[in-house]
Nanobody, 128 residues
Framework: QVRLVESGGGWVQTGGSLRLSCVAS????????VAWFRQAPGKEREFVSV????????YYTDSVRGRFTMSTNNDQSAVHLQMNGLKPEDTAVYYC?????????????????????WGQGTQVTVSS
């Protein structure tokens, strides 16, 4: 059974930083495509970033590019999302998701339906 667990969420003021982590049991990140999504109250789940063997570096949505950095640890047992320069509009529940590797265009990986496994999410709140 695959289980993803996110951690690292919390409350920060505008301009602050948080580092989210996602750990998997029952599955390895070494070959999977792994993504972060977020969902604010009353809004649809939104793509944030993805790490895939298809890309040389992580792919980010425009609103976080330059502020967020996605990475894995050395043994690829966890993925992280370093979030700097946080804004109130970043407030949301953040989810990690994973799927087996597949060759596709970047837009494919921005769709929630592309992913097979999801964590329960971690709340990020940014106050103005």
């Amino acid at each position: 059974q695959v289980r993803l667990v996110e951690s690292g969420g919390g409350w920060v003021q505008t301009g602050g930083s948080l580092r989210l982590s996602c750990v998997a049991s029952g599955r390895s990140f070494s070959s999977d495509t792994v993504a972060w999504f977020r969902q604010a109250p009353g809004k649809e789940r939104e793509f944030v970033s993805v790490l895939s063997g298809n890309f040389e570096r992580p792919y980010y949505t425009d609103s976080v590019r330059g502020r967020f950095t996605m990475s894995t640890n050395n043994d690829q047992s966890a993925v992280h999302l370093q979030m700097n320069g946080l804004k109130p509009e970043d407030t949301a529940v953040y989810y990690c998701a994973t799927r087996p590797p597949i060759w596709s265009t970047p837009s494919y990986y921005t769709r929630p339906e592309a992913y097979d496994y999801w964590g329960q999410g971690t709340q990020v709140t940014v106050s103005s």
